[in-house]
């Protein structure tokens, strides 16, 4: 299995879970790793109580998290720059919200979908 596949399979899981009707927005956080010459970055997915176009700050108040909350990424997958990382890493995230399967939907459900690395800037992925 390739870490698309991996990427999805961990998206649908957390996306069947329940989720909180007090979510508005999606955000996936970036992580650097330590540790494992392999994987040099990580993702998570929260909700979010709020979305504000204008204070990124949104993304941190978090009141969800989905059970298996973080995914490791393998360098073949990240690269070993950060930039590349997001890069793969949006992309991923915007091919999943284009399908048509429920889960996908769901991430819709709220005013957006942003992605950045923790302390960073956040790049959207999606807003309604």
Not at 60 to 76: A, D, H, K, N, S
Not at 107 to 122: H, R
Request: with cysteine.
């Amino acid at each position: 299995m390739d870490f698309n596949e991996d990427f999805n399979n961990w998206l649908t899981a957390a996306l069947t879970e329940d989720i909180p009707d007090d979510v508005a927005a999606f955000h996936f956080n970036l992580y650097e790793s330590a540790g494992d010459d392999e994987i040099r970055f990580g993702i998570d997915l929260v909700g979010t109580g709020s979305f504000d176009l204008e204070d990124d700050d949104w993304a941190c108040e978090e009141v969800w998290t989905p059970e298996q909350r973080m995914l490791y990424i393998p360098l073949e997958a990240s690269g070993t720059e950060w930039e590349a990382c997001l890069s793969c890493m949006k992309s991923l995230v915007q091919n999943y919200l284009n399908t048509v399967q429920g889960p996908a939907e769901k991430l819709k459900s709220g005013a957006a979908v942003g992605i950045g690395f923790v302390d960073g800037d956040i790049e959207l992925a999606w807003q309604r």
